[in-house]
């Protein structure tokens, strides 16, 4: 019996020279690496590309402030620390992010309190957020998640509220908008990744932004060993407050300053790409496409699409149908990935509330509450990572692909819910033994 999906010996839909690898590299991103090192001036707080950066950042986003990390995570732990948040205080934040948005929180001796998402926007959900403030919280870090914003109005009316500290965790959401206002100048303080899948690529790196000039002297201090330093001061070597050497270098900087240069081209075009998507895939019964609010820009940093497998009259496992699927669109040479299957509370850290050794910081005698880390509470998360792929991958994502890519996956989405019996006979015990990231082709 002849059969059609690639997984089955059919004829591939998309060929691979059409992909474009993440992140792109041009000939001016080499130059300006290449003239850090002929500078031999490769690292120091005040460094020019380190300094350009900050700069350049500051003005694209809108800010009076920017300081340059080592990584986003180390950017929003110098932002809780910037926030007073210490021993027994709370802080609230999404329980669909990754990791880094709940360890800033650890790394401070604070303690992480998760809500649930809004199902249709994959961010924190506002209404969700009152019941859990206790008067142990202190800040609310809320998380663009796939480069789309969360919904900061209500956000900021609840922090207000509460006199609670807003910490945008934008890593994901460079160039992204929120009625009108740029992310990262709507909350108190504001991070933004550098690691090499974001749509601002610098290899690892992270920018912290505010307006405030307390927060940005608090937040350098973390970052530089518990110095104090005015901006353009120098060094004094001594200690104010516990840091960390949380400096970025001068070639990663170089390397994200000539990428900003096009961060709002390439998220064009990944918008571009991610509402072709939509409008294409919602044309396909059993999927739907991720919800922008109209008043929001997204980048489209991750693509999620949910995956309704009753609305073709099948009763199976979500996560089974996912995996059948996401072996056969990859077989037909599509990049689909699976990114975060849990909610944050599950992962063993918090069921077993350990950070560094005697169940501190949640055993510390300056935290007199008990937050409870159970999977049942976070439904809509469970629902939406067990039913959705993301189309793209850290290799091959959204930004710098040709349309003509996203049509040949279109056809190949077409042509697996077409053949949707075939999909179903696919023996995906092997892939998983190859991890969720695993790629078919390392099988
Ligand atoms: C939502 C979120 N927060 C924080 C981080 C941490 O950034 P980094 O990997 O630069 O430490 C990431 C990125 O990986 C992220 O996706």
């Not at 002849?2 to 998309?14: D, F, I, P, Q, Y």
């Not at 300053?257 to 790409?273: A, H, I, M, P, T």
Request: net charge negative; with cysteine; proline share 5%.
């Amino acid at each position: 019996m002849s059969r059609n999906l690639a997984v089955h010996k059919g004829e591939k839909t998309v060929p691979t020279e059409n992909k474009i690898r993440w992140p792109v590299i041009i000939e001016e991103d080499k130059q300006a690496v290449m003239e850090v090192l002929n500078s031999g001036k490769l690292w120091g707080p005040y460094a020019p590309n380190c300094r350009g950066l900050e700069s350049e950042f500051a003005a694209y986003v809108g800010t009076k402030y920017c300081i340059a990390f080592n990584s986003g995570t180390a950017a929003l732990h110098a932002a809780v620390r910037a926030a007073g948040i210490g021993p027994g205080d709370e802080v609230i934040t999404s329980a669909y992010s990754f990791l880094a948005s709940a360890v800033a929180v650890l790394h401070s001796n604070g303690i992480p309190v998760f809500v649930d998402i809004d199902p249709k926007t994959h961010n924190i959900d506002p209404g969700k957020i009152e019941e859990k403030i206790t008067e142990k919280t202190k800040a609310i870090i809320p998380v663009h998640i796939e480069g789309t914003p969360a919904d900061l109005d209500e956000i900021l009316r609840i922090a207000e509220k509460h006199d609670l500290i807003v910490i945008e965790d934008a890593a994901e959401a460079h160039g992204t908008k929120y009625k009108g206002r740029n992310i990262g100048t709507i909350g108190d303080m504001a991070i933004f990744s550098l690691n090499t899948t974001k749509n601002l690529p610098g290899g690892e790196g992270g920018l912290f932004v505010t307006n405030n000039v307390e927060y940005r002297g608090r937040a350098n201090m973390v970052r530089m060993f518990g110095e104090y330093m005015e901006e353009g001061e120098g060094r004094s070597y001594v200690a104010y407050t516990l840091g960390w050497n949380y400096r970025t270098q001068e070639m990663p900087a170089a390397f994200a300053r000539s990428q900003l240069r096009r961060l709002d081209k390439n998220n064009e075009n990944s918008r571009r790409n991610g509402e072709y998507l939509s409008r294409e895939l919602a044309k396909i019964k059993g999927l739907e496409p991720p919800f922008v609010p109209a008043h929001s820009v997204s980048n489209y940093y991750k693509y999620r699409l949910r995956l309704k497998p009753k609305e073709l009259g099948l009763d199976i496992d979500p996560e089974e149908f996912r995996d059948k699927l996401l072996f056969a669109l990859r077989e037909e040479g599509v990049d689909v990935a699976i990114w975060q299957t849990k909610p944050l509370v599950s992962n063993p850290l918090f069921q077993i509330k350990d950070g560094y050794g005697s169940g501190c910081p949640w055993s510390c005698p300056f935290y007199n509450g008990d937050v409870i880390y159970s999977e049942e509470h976070y439904p809509a998360t469970i629902d939406l990572l067990k039913n959705s792929i993301i189309v793209g991958s850290e290799e091959y994502p959204l930004f710098p692909q040709k349309l003509t890519l996203m049509q040949q996956y279109v056809e190949a989405f077409r042509k697996a819910f077409d053949n949707i019996e075939e999909v179903l006979e696919i023996d995906v015990s092997k892939f998983r033994r190859a991890g969720v990231t695993g790629r078919a082709e390392e099988l």
